[in-house]
């Protein structure tokens, strides 16, 4: 605001009448955007004349201040004119400052650079680089540091957050399956490395109307998933904000042998999923339209089950692995980026539940899409070399083939139902949808 103390009367131009003191004759704005503080004993007199008193330019020099930043280098060109010209044309450089912090300074968004990942990729250029004792740091499931001693093997490290309105929806979502979620999306991440869950901290943003009931409920469905995996609760933390969001650090163990990531896959692979796929999405679509869900598809949605018990017979002979969080297209493309290879899915193999094909239908949806694009199924994709298939069939677990991993260079692409060779692109997109 341009605080004028003595006079407040805004000076006017093309038609109304001018201040007599204006030499810019324009209207000058009453705005935040600049403020200039002029001491009360410095006036708008008509009758002073166009040019100030030599003690009144002196007492302005003195009191005139813009607060801001962004108008630092105006100030000295203020003061100057101020000294020349008197007060009265204080007004023409203010309403130019005005002008120029009026056109707001192009900033990026998140979702002009790419969404999530590519925040990631500028981010871990920013921080300090890993110790040697860093096997993996970003870039995965979950972070590896190597531990020594007799047992040796490795520590794993996994945080994942969920936000109300975003994550889950307490219209249709109970704090006790909201508490299930949470949980099993973070095992999930470390089942994704071949290891074990060990110990969890939880941490709480709870608003002023959150009520304990709901608070307790939600640690129940939590702890229901650690007795479930063999999980201590051991701290964490709480405070107060604008929505609920649930935010879970997860520790765990590998051993060298069950240790696997993203960047073990190898030209020749084939890729499977542990199960059918697109079912907490196809009831996500459901819930949103207020359309019946069956109950497969609504207990995959808000009490999803990760795959640790797969994760435990696939970790000694898969070689990559990932949990389908944001579904199969993204996966995909987080193994073959972090392998430096190419891979081509078959749309046709991509299981699929028959309520996710009728959700399909009745949405107006191509059903893979839901597998391809939709996450939150927390399902294991992962890469196998031919020739353990056979051992993997011996172990009696059901997995589905998709795709196979190509050489380093060549595309991800998806193999339509019609033959078509297309880009594989898609997977949620935190930030872009």
């Known amino acids: 605001m341009l605080g004028l103390t003595e006079s407040r009367t805004p000076i006017r131009c093309e038609g109304q009448k001018s201040h007599p003191h204006s030499p810019c004759g324009t209207k000058i704005s009453h705005t935040s955007a600049v403020r200039a503080e002029v001491s009360p004993t410095i006036g708008l ?187 201590a609760v051991i701290g964490g933390d709480t405070t107060c904000g604008p929505a609920e969001t649930v935010s879970i650090t997860l520790l765990g163990s590998a051993t060298h042998d069950a240790l696997c990531l993203r960047s073990h896959a190898t030209p020749g692979d084939l890729l499977a999923v542990t199960g059918t796929l697109g079912a907490s999405a196809a009831g996500l679509n459901l819930l949103k339209r207020d359309l019946p869900v069956s109950d497969h598809l609504l207990e995959k949605h808000l009490t999803p089950t990760c795959r640790l018990d797969a994760s435990r017979i696939l970790a000694p002979m898969v070689n990559a692995m990932i949990d389908i969080s944001d579904g199969l297209a993204s996966e995909v493309n987080h193994i073959c980026r972090q392998s430096d290879v190419g891979a081509r899915i078959i749309e046709k193999e991509i299981p699929l539940h028959k309520d996710v094909i009728d959700a399909g239908k009745r949405l107006g949806l191509n059903p893979a899409d839901l597998a391809l694009n939709g996450g939150e199924d927390f399902e294991l994709l992962f890469s196998i070399a031919p020739e353990n298939l056979e051992r993997l069939n011996s172990a009696g677990l059901e997995y589905h083939l998709v795709g196979t991993i190509l050489e380093s260079g060549k595309d991800r692409y998806l193999m339509t139902e019609t033959g078509q060779e297309v880009p594989l692109t898609g997977g949620y997109k935190h930030f872009q949808e």
């Not at 330019?57 to 008197?86: D, L, N, P």
């Not at 007060?87 to 203010?94: A, K, P, Q, S, T």
């Not at 994550?167 to 949470?182: D, L, V, Y």
């Open 45 to 231: 007199d008509a009758s002073k004349g166009s040019e100030a008193r030599p003690e009144e330019s002196a007492k302005s020099e003195q009191s005139v201040a813009i607060r801001g930043s962004s108008r630092h280098r105006g100030i000295q060109a203020m003061e100057k004119i101020t000294k020349i010209r008197g007060l009265d044309n204080i007004f023409c450089l203010c309403q130019n400052l005005m002008i120029k912090h009026d056109k707001k300074e192009t900033a990026m968004l998140i979702r002009d650079i790419g969404g999530e990942f590519a925040l990631i990729q500028r981010l871990s250029r920013i921080v300090p680089p890993c110790g040697a004792e860093v096997v993996v740091g970003i870039g995965d499931d979950a972070a590896v540091i190597r531990l020594h001693g007799e047992t040796g093997g490795y520590l794993l490290i996994t945080t994942d957050t969920l936000v109300s309105g975003d994550h889950f929806n307490t219209s249709w979502s109970r704090p006790e399956q909201i508490g299930i979620k949470a949980a099993e999306c973070n095992v999930s991440d470390i089942a994704a490395m071949g290891g074990v869950p060990t110990y969890m901290f939880i941490s709480l943003v709870l608003t002023s109307e959150t009520t304990v009931e709901w608070v307790e409920g939600l640690y129940r469905g939590i702890s229901e998933s650690c007795r479930r995996h063999g999980v």
